[in-house]
């Protein structure tokens, strides 16, 4: 790897030295709003929505929760207007315009954000399977996917992954029902009760003393050996990164119907929290391609792990980690423990991506504790981390009036996607809300 300079760098990036500090910061990216060739565009969302929409009828038949929505896994949106209250109050300063929770944590199946982007990339890894062995047409019903013969046709292949806890959740889950061999590379941060969960639902787990950067390794070495074994790679897949983008479409229609307008008057802010940046990513680029220049979206990471804000600021991407920097990657942010971030990610995020801020740990217990008290619903402590969004947002008065903004916030449409929760088991939730209570 080439010397890092840090001291060089810290005197042309001034929030280098606070972040290496753990202190909480807000960054603004320079390149925002440039132009850039990517290596993805609209047509290859497109694809994949056209792909979940063939499954919606496996997913309803194999995932009986998802019949209302006809097997299609989306989450709802809700308005928080006594959360946007409380935060206001908070922080001392004023929301202009409303605010929105996204409800991820309420995904269907796999409760959190994983299951945009996992979710697809197995049941698209099934349908390369089943179309090769001429056992399904684009025509046919998806819905015979759930017979037996297909769950002894994927028994022969297996699926593997390292992930942090939620992704594995999503991949665990979706491959065992379709009937594939499927193991999960868990890392440190991992919590118990998900290794039970996947255990319980058929899955491997393969535990490490280490983080999720080495549980990947262990996962894609490990898939390696096995020509029969598909590894999903958190760090770089395209089709995790297009499965999260299809909520930029889907996010749209819900505004649309909800009479919520966004548009060159009515800006929307998008506050998504960010672990390796596939999830937060994939999303952003979505929704950049529906609304263009009239999104706005922000990454929330911890401050022990702020892996995008420093390869994002330094323009290293992966090319650096927290650990270079002397941040230990602790974190009781489990979704968002990652201490390298994606290569194509930030990438693509060097034109598209507003900003990034920080979060003190303890900062998201506190807000879990305020959503519950507010609004009655529970998400987990990741999920939080784009709650100080608006008011940073709001406060950006340079960065507002640059972009001809400043006279259009009483009109703005904040989001705060609520990444994951639903899951949590009833006993592990009442521990955050209370650890968030003694902390107010
Ligand atoms: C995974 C996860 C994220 C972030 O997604 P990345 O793709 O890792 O950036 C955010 N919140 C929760 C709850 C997650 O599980």
Redesign the pocket.
């Known amino acids: 790897m080439t010397e890092l300079h840090l001291e060089e760098m810290k005197e042309k990036l001034p929030l280098l030295d606070p972040l290496m500090k753990a202190e909480e910061i807000f960054w603004l990216n320079p390149n925002s709003g440039k132009r850039a060739d990517h290596p993805f565009d609209e047509s290859d969302v497109a694809q994949v929505e056209a792909r979940l929409q063939r499954f919606a009828a496996y997913i309803r038949t194999a995932f009986p929760e998802t019949k209302r929505s006809g097997g299609i896994i989306e989450s709802p949106v809700a308005e928080i207007p006594h959360m946007r209250e409380a935060l206001e109050k908070k922080y001392g300063a004023e929301i202009p315009g409303r605010l929105f929770l996204k409800c991820?944590?309420e995904l269907p199946v796999s409760g959190?954000?994983?299951a945009r982007?996992g979710i697809h990339e197995v049941l698209k890894f099934a349908e390369e399977i089943a179309f090769e062995k001429g056992m399904l047409t684009k025509e046919d019903d998806y819905a015979i996917l759930a017979e037996d013969r297909f769950r002894e046709l994927f028994s022969h292949y297996s699926v593997a992954v390292g992930?942090?806890?939620?992704?594995g959740l999503s991949i665990g889950i979706i491959s065992a029902k379709l009937g594939f061999r499927v193991t999960i590379h868990m890392s440190a941060d991992a919590r118990q009760w998900k290794k039970d969960m996947l255990r319980e639902k058929g899955a491997v787990v393969v535990e490490y003393p280490d983080d999720y950067q080495k549980a990947v390794a262990e996962g894609r070495r490990e898939a390696a050996k096995d020509p029969m074994c598909h590894f999903v790679d958190?760090e770089g897949s395209p089709d995790?990164f297009l499965g999260?983008a299809t909520a930029g479409r889907r996010l749209e229609k819900q505004l649309t119907d909800m009479g919520v307008t966004v548009d060159a008057d009515h800006p929307m802010f998008v506050y998504?929290?960010?672990?390796?940046?596939?999830?937060?990513?994939?999303v952003a680029f979505g929704l950049k391609q529906v609304y263009g220049g009239n999104v706005h979206c922000f990454?929330a990471e911890p401050t022990h792990a702020p892996c995008?804000a420093l390869g994002m600021m330094t323009g290293l991407h992966d090319g650096i980690a927290c650990s270079d920097v002397g941040l230990d990657g602790k974190t009781a942010?489990?979704?968002?423990a990652?201490g390298r971030?994606?290569r194509l990610?930030g990438k693509i995020m060097e034109t598209e991506l507003d900003g990034v801020f920080t979060v003190e740990d303890e900062e998201l217990y506190r807000l879990l504790a305020i959503l519950a008290d507010t609004e009655n619903r529970y998400?987990?402590p990741?999920?939080c981390?784009g709650f100080p969004g608006p008011v940073q947002a709001a406060k950006a008065s340079e960065y507002l009036t640059a972009l001809g903004l400043a006279d259009k916030m009483e009109q703005a449409v904040h989001v705060v996607?609520a990444?994951?929760?639903s899951m949590v088991p009833e006993t592990e939730m009442q521990g955050y809300y209370r650890k968030g209570k003694s902390l107010l």
């Open positions: 991820d944590s959190s954000i994983k982007g992930s942090t806890g939620n992704l958190d995790l999260y998504l929290p960010c672990g390796v940046g596939g999830g937060p990513g994939g990454f995008m942010a489990d979704g968002l990652v971030a994606s990610v998400i987990e990741s999920a981390a996607w990444t994951g929760g």
